[in-house]
């Protein structure tokens, strides 16, 4: 049974950015091919799958807590030049790439509608793994950066989804209570889970439509960032 507004009142809500605000993949791709161009190496569309299937790969590590964020960030282009065969700088590469992503945004359908309508509701705050900076710069470039009261991410806080400590540092800084706030976003594993495990609230954003874990409880499961509309 889904609780109602009226059930759980908010004060705030925490929301992921990649793959719940933002759409990564269009942007990394962008960002990618400008690398390889800048490195004068070139480009070829598989390798994106590549290194996404690496990125899957890691970040799933990430999620069960066996790796952080930096060390994604440090390695990955490693991996992929390795597994590409190229020789060339694997450190130049990861840090040109991530220095283009910083300018890389492209909005999720109905994000920018629904951050509207909801800033008029609730505080909203950022909750995602990552770059301080890099995260602040995409939100500019996407135009959405000024609906937020504060942005928890995991390399400012100290900790990273879904760890406890990522959600109970977002907490202490909102000055909100577990029964007080609404996380919204794409991961059932680093989102929902680490949630649950703070006692706060869940929205999964299932944009693709994929089964619902009957293992995990949600209080709300939506396919569109509109539907938001309807529950708060």
């Excluded at 705030?12 to 091919?33: G, H, M, V, Y």
């Excluded at 480009?43 to 994106?48: I, K, L, N, Q, V």
């Excluded at 909750?127 to 942005?151: C, K, P, T, W």
Aim: aromatic share 12%.
């Amino acid at each position: 049974m889904h609780k109602t507004a009226m059930e759980r009142p908010y004060k705030a809500l925490f929301i992921d950015i990649d793959n719940t605000l933002l759409t990564f993949r269009p942007s990394a791709e962008r960002a990618f091919r400008k690398t390889f161009e800048a490195m004068g190496i070139t480009y070829e569309p598989s390798y994106y799958e590549v290194y996404y299937w690496i990125g899957d790969v890691l970040w799933t590590q990430q999620q069960r807590q066996q790796i952080t964020v930096q060390e994604i960030h440090d390695t990955i282009f490693h991996r992929l030049l390795a597994a590409l065969a190229i020789d060339a700088d694997a450190d130049a590469f990861g840090k040109f790439f991530h220095q283009q992503l910083h300018e890389e945004a492209i909005l999720e359908p109905e994000a920018a509608e629904a951050l509207s309508y909801l800033s008029e509701r609730y505080k909203l705050y950022v909750a995602s793994n990552g770059i301080l900076e890099m995260q602040r710069s995409r939100l500019q470039v996407a135009g959405i950066l000024h609906y937020f009261s504060d942005l928890f991410v995991s390399d400012d806080i100290g900790a990273e989804k879904p760890a406890e400590a990522f959600f109970e540092e977002a907490m202490r800084r909102s000055g909100v209570a577990p029964n007080e706030v609404l996380f919204i976003g794409d991961s059932l594993q680093a989102d929902m889970m680490g949630a649950l495990r703070s006692g706060i609230d869940r929205c999964w954003y299932n944009s693709h439509a994929a089964p619902v874990p009957e293992s995990l409880p949600l209080n709300y499961v939506i396919q569109h960032l509109s539907e938001v509309k309807t529950f708060l």
